[in-house]
């Protein structure tokens, strides 16, 4: 009954330290690109060419193969209690193999263009 108390006083405080994070470091960029000399346009474009367009593609494998994983992890987890950290090993590696699968994925759309 203690524990539990500080788990949504963690979560709001580590949500609000990513944000203010992320605020800060975005508007330090600015800064910078501003005391370069670059004005709001080039900002812009600057900004625009720095964007992978692959990451939703990333996230979205990565995200499946580790649901794949998971679920084969849980399966023998609940069904095959002799095997101890089997479960474990194939959600790791699943998740491994999300982002490996990922990496080929991206560089081959990559080369495409």
């Not at 494998?61 to 101890?84: A, K, P, Q, T, W």
Request: without cysteine; positive net charge.
């Amino acid at each position: 009954m203690h524990g539990e108390f500080f788990i949504p006083i963690t979560l709001f405080l580590v949500t609000g330290i990513v944000l203010v994070t992320w605020i800060y470091f975005r508007s330090k960029e600015k800064q910078m690109m501003i005391e370069k000399g670059m004005n709001y346009e080039q900002m812009v474009e600057f900004l625009k060419t720095k964007r992978n367009p692959y990451t939703w593609l990333k996230f979205g494998i990565v995200v499946m193969i580790s649901g794949i994983g998971i679920g084969i992890g849980s399966y023998f987890g609940e069904n095959y209690d002799n095997l101890g950290g089997l479960a474990a090993l194939f959600i790791i590696s699943f998740i491994g193999l999300g982002f490996i699968v990922a990496f080929y994925v991206t560089k081959k759309y990559e080369v495409n263009q």
